[in-house]
């Protein structure tokens, strides 16, 4: 179904037209919310690429190597064995699919078996009933809740916050 491997430069034109759509932005990143030019996201996508801190990939379609998004673990401690999942899948065409529990499995042994992390985490939009049932599927269970954490369309609403342990996976 898809493979996972490492950004390039190139692919930053794929984020373009991604980050414009308020649809496939509306549960990711804060930071999306307020890109406006190539040239800002061209930044932040040469920060992706650079950051040590992070396991940042690729996803594409299995076949024809096609470019759906992103995923990876932010803020990877060592010391604590311990990282923050995320997902961006901009291809509206592969949603509701089952390519977003695919990814997060596929991350999960790569953060277990190859970062030999202990724990990792995510936080999720309450409303992104997909994202939450993918994350459910894939071994995370959620742990707790921020209230009101995140304003989108002029509404708050709150995030979860999911883990999976290693030995519960």
Same mark, same amino acid.
């Given at each position: 179904?898809?493979?996972?491997?490492?950004?390039?430069?190139?692919?930053?034109?794929?984020?373009?037209?991604?980050?414009?759509?308020?649809?496939?932005?509306?549960?990711?990143?804060?930071?999306?919310?307020?890109?406006?030019?190539?040239?800002?996201? $061209?930044?932040?996508?040469?920060?992706?690429?650079? $950051? $040590?801190?992070?396991?940042?990939?690729?996803?594409?379609?299995?076949?024809?190597?096609?470019?759906?998004?992103?995923?990876?673990?932010?803020?990877?401690?060592?010391?604590?064995?311990?990282?923050?999942?995320?997902?961006?899948?901009?291809?509206?065409?592969?949603?509701?699919?089952?390519?977003?529990?695919?990814?997060?499995?596929?991350?999960?042994?790569?953060?277990?078996?190859?970062?030999?992390?202990?724990?990792?985490?995510?936080?999720?939009?309450?409303?992104?009933?997909?994202?939450?049932?993918?994350?459910? #599927?894939?071994?995370?269970?959620?742990?707790?809740?921020?209230?009101?954490?995140?304003?989108?369309?002029?509404?708050?609403? $709150? #995030?979860?916050?999911?883990?999976?342990? #290693?030995?519960?996976?």
């Amino acid at each position: 179904m898809i493979t996972l491997a490492p950004l390039r430069p190139e692919h930053v034109g794929h984020f373009y037209r991604w980050i414009r759509d308020p649809e496939v932005i509306e549960y990711s990143l804060s930071a999306f919310q307020t890109m406006t030019t190539e040239a800002q996201i $061209d930044d932040w996508f040469a920060r992706t690429l650079r $950051d $040590d801190s992070s396991l940042n990939l690729g996803v594409f379609r299995q076949g024809t190597n096609e470019l759906l998004g992103y995923a990876g673990i932010s803020g990877i401690s060592r010391l604590n064995q311990s990282g923050e999942y995320f997902i961006f899948l901009g291809e509206r065409a592969c949603w509701g699919q089952g390519v977003g529990t695919e990814v997060t499995k596929q991350v999960l042994v790569l953060g277990f078996t190859q970062l030999h992390l202990n724990r990792i985490m995510l936080t999720v939009s309450e409303p992104n009933v997909g994202g939450v049932r993918a994350y459910e #599927k894939a071994g995370f269970r959620v742990e707790g809740r921020l209230r009101e954490a995140c304003l989108r369309n002029g509404q708050f609403h $709150d #995030k979860l916050i999911m883990s999976v342990l #290693k030995a519960e996976w």
